[in-house]
C-alpha cells in the first residue's frame, strides 16, 4: 500500500512542542534594512469580544501597524484576529 504525502511526513518530537506565551526568536543575524518578514497568526477569543472590546482591539492593531510600518490584511473581528503581515524583519 503506497503512503500518502501526510503519512510518509515524520513527526520530529522536539519541534512539535508549544511555542504558546513564549518570546518570539530574534531576528536572523545579517539581515539588511530592506529585508521584509511575513507573519501569519491568528487569535480567537472566547468568549466573543463585546463592541466596545472589539473597538479597541481594532485601534490596537491600526495603532501597532500604523507605529511599526506594518502592510497586510487581517480581519479583526468580534472571535478574534486573523492576519497576514509585512514589514521590516527587523
Known sequence: MEKTSIEAEEVIVENAK????????????????????ILLFYQYVEPDWTEAEHRAALKKVISIGAAHNIKGRGRCAPEGLNCTLSGNAE
Open 18 to 37: 508549544s511555542v504558546a506565551f513564549k518570546d518570539l526568536p530574534p531576528p536572523k543575524e545579517g539581515l539588511k534594512p530592506d529585508d521584509i518578514s
